[in-house]
């Protein structure tokens, strides 16, 4: 562990601080604290992109904390559940289809190439750290899939949600000159992500 992930908190009666969590004392620690309840309960897909993702990190297990690991659970409506393009700024995702058809794919970095694969319950397919990447319901069915990740707090951004709805908006000059639209469509793209 290097010194700059960790520091000793003395507010907290001398608790180590540790990559942005509070190391409970061992002595103190009870089952609660690596365990949770629910990842069987199917998640609410009815939203913008038909899908619905639960994530299980440190914020959920305090005893993820310095273990370097994360679980999720997807859930996709039929006809075209979406997880949308997305990358993970601090971890690689590895995930198994348990039910339905997936296509997924990933981006590589410069020069792009897009990597591709349908996958089937049981396939299972790595996304590599930091690049985007995403999960499409090609079947008329739903599908559900679980996903492991390299960190206790992988993070995500959602590309279209990070270009087009920040607070304070990107300035559309910018947009237009960068995906070559006209400024008026970068504007109606800002709206319609402004709350997204």
Request: hydrophobic content about 40%.
């Amino acid at each position: 562990m290097d010194k700059l992930s960790m520091k000793v908190d003395s507010s907290a009666g001398g608790s180590v601080f540790v990559n942005g969590k509070f190391c409970k004392n061992p002595n103190l620690t009870v089952a609660e604290d690596f365990f949770f309840w629910g990842l069987n309960v199917p998640g609410n897909t009815e939203n913008r992109v038909g899908s619905n993702v639960t994530l299980v990190n440190v914020d959920k297990i305090p005893g993820l904390n310095t273990l370097g690991i994360s679980l999720a659970r997807l859930d996709f409506a039929p006809n075209g559940g979406l997880n949308p393009p997305h990358t993970h700024p601090r971890g690689t995702e590895i995930l198994v289809v348990v039910e339905g058809t997936l296509y997924v794919g990933f981006v590589t970095s410069n020069p792009n190439r897009l990597i591709t694969k349908v996958l089937y319950p049981g396939d299972v397919f790595v996304f590599p750290i930091g690049l985007i990447h995403f999960q499409f319901n090609i079947a008329k069915t739903n599908a559900v899939a679980f996903a492991g990740l390299s960190s206790q707090n992988p993070g995500v951004i959602t590309i279209a949600d990070a270009i087009f709805g920040p607070n304070p908006p990107i300035n559309p000059d910018v947009l237009a000159k960068a995906f070559q639209l006209d400024k008026d469509e970068v504007e109606k793209l800002q709206k319609l992500f402004e709350n997204a």
